[in-house]
């Protein structure tokens, strides 16, 4: 089956630092890889995304490679804020139809000033 | 515009209650979903919607019965929760056919406690 693999964290990082978020991935076929963001009391927004390999997906600063060889989608941004504080989960679709998406556990970012 | 509303953000209920949660979205698309989220857990899938039609239900039990009235409105009917039903509900869509990533957009959730 599916399955994502992702540090847990809470990962405290200070503003400005660089963040990498690493997750790797279990599927058949050739999946879509997805980071989507938590802020505390809300839904799930959709970060970015890749649907093939050595896609990158880019969104306000964020960015990750889909890396087919290594089965890895690592999140990436250069200098963080203290509004990216979230947490942020990594997931990925596979199936033909309408099915859901397998997430990893999610990892708390936490960003002091 | 890429909004999925749910209402209402708040919700608590005993449990001998009936009540339901909603969701809408407007971007045409054909499939739509329910997920449970316990605090600092995954979104764990509960329904899929496709067309309409129910075409998943992960072993999810009676109390919660989901409903579908048209493509843009999904339904999910709550009758004599338990107290371990309490959790943030999220409603999602997605396109249903076609090439792409498949992407999920999801609606803000529905708190909800059973007392």
């Known amino acids: 089956g599916n399955s994502v693999t992702q540090m847990e964290g809470p990962v405290t990082l200070s503003e400005e630092a660089f963040l990498t978020i690493n997750c790797t991935y279990t599927?058949?076929?050739?999946?879509?890889l997805f980071w989507y963001v938590q802020y505390p009391g809300e839904g799930l927004q959709l970060l970015l995304k890749?649907?093939?390999?050595?896609d990158k997906g880019s969104n306000k600063g964020f960015e990750a490679t889909y890396r087919k060889e290594t089965t890895s989608f690592h999140l990436e941004k250069g200098s963080v804020q203290v509004s990216d504080s979230a947490v942020y989960f990594c997931?990925?679709?596979?199936?033909?139809?309408?099915?859901?998406?397998?997430f990893g556990k999610g990892t708390h970012l936490i960003i002091q000033p | 515009d890429t909004e999925v509303t749910q209402t209402p953000k708040h919700l608590v209920m005993g449990m001998t209650n009936k009540k339901s949660l909603k969701c809408e979205q407007h971007?045409?698309?054909?499939?739509m979903y329910w997920y449970k989220q316990k605090a600092k857990k995954p979104p764990e899938l509960m329904f899929v919607?496709?067309?309409?039609?129910l075409s998943i239900n992960e072993s999810v039990p009676s109390r919660f019965s989901p409903e579908c009235p048209n493509s843009s409105l999904l339904n999910l009917h709550l009758h004599a929760l338990q107290p371990e039903d309490s959790a943030l509900y999220l409603c999602?869509?997605?396109?249903?056919w076609g090439q792409g990533a498949r992407e999920q957009y999801f609606g803000p959730g529905t708190r909800l406690t059973v007392t």
């Open positions: 999602a869509s997605s396109q249903r």
């Open positions: 599927a058949t076929g050739y999946p879509s």
């Open positions: 890749a649907t093939k390999a050595d």
């Open positions: 997931a990925l679709y596979s199936g033909g139809g309408a099915d859901g998406l397998t």
């Open positions: 971007m045409g698309h054909r499939a």
């Open positions: 919607y496709s067309y309409e039609k």
